[in-house]
Nanobody
Framework: QVQLVESGGGLVQPGGSLELSCKGS????????INWYRQAPGKGRELVAG???????NYKDFVKGRFTISRDNAKDTVYLQMNDLKPEDTAVYFC?????????????WGQGTQVTVSS
């Protein structure tokens, strides 16, 4: 069955780094754009970064210059390198795979991984 599994979250001090991973299975990973979203306590889910099938990346302004998204289709995995973390980056981070195809749009979600930035 389709699965997206995030890993790499944890507790880190302000200014620290973490690398999140998102591994897909049960679908053609390379045919999907992969996005990272996050949801902080009491807030809605927001897009953080995305990478398309052709490798084009996009970032929300609040992570530009600090986060880097990359993909390894041979490993069916997308990474989110997070540097210079701030307390406001604290959230559950979710991986999303999406594909838009005539009459057959698909969107899959992982279960999330907690990132806590605190001293």
């Amino acid at each position: 069955q389709v699965q997206l599994v995030e890993s790499g979250g944890g507790l880190v001090q302000p200014g620290g780094s973490l690398e999140l991973s998102c591994k897909g299975s049960g679908f053609t990973f390379s045919s999907f754009a992969i996005n990272w979203y996050r949801q902080a306590p009491g807030k809605g889910r927001e897009l953080v970064a995305g990478i398309k099938t052709d490798g084009i990346r996009n970032y929300k302004d609040f992570v530009k210059g600090r986060f880097t998204i990359s993909r390894d289709n041979a490993k069916d995995t997308v990474y989110l390198q997070m540097n210079d973390l701030k307390p406001e980056d604290t959230a559950v981070y979710f991986c999303n795979a999406e594909r838009f195809q005539y009459l057959d749009d698909r969107s899959y979600w992982g279960q999330g991984t907690q990132v806590t930035v605190s001293s």
